[in-house]
């Protein structure tokens, strides 16, 4: 039960680096959109960009956790 917990605790981990560096990135590119207009177009391009792959990767993320699961009690 420790290995499963242990296992959890990793993914979690993982999503939350994950998260934390799409924060980052979207300061930085809030702080952009403030200087130029031209910036701005980009920054909304990128910021749709950054929102889609967080979303895949927290799929992602999920559907290894419960595969995870799913071979720990080897359902």
């Known amino acids: ?8 605790n990793k993914k ?4 939350i680096w994950i998260f934390a560096s799409s924060g980052i990135i ?12 031209f910036v701005l177009r980009l ?5 749709v960009m950054v929102v889609a792959y967080a979303f895949l ?4 993320k999920a559907w290894v956790l419960k595969k995870d699961i799913e ?5």
């Open 26 to 37: 979207l300061l930085m590119l809030a702080i952009l959109i403030v200087w130029t207009e």
């Open 71 to 75: 071979k720990h009690f080897k359902f």
């Open 57 to 60: 990767h927290a799929a992602y």
């Open 12 to 15: 979690i981990n993982g999503i």
């Open 43 to 47: 920054v909304i391009g990128l910021f």
């Open 1 to 8: 039960m420790t290995s499963l917990f242990k296992e959890i």
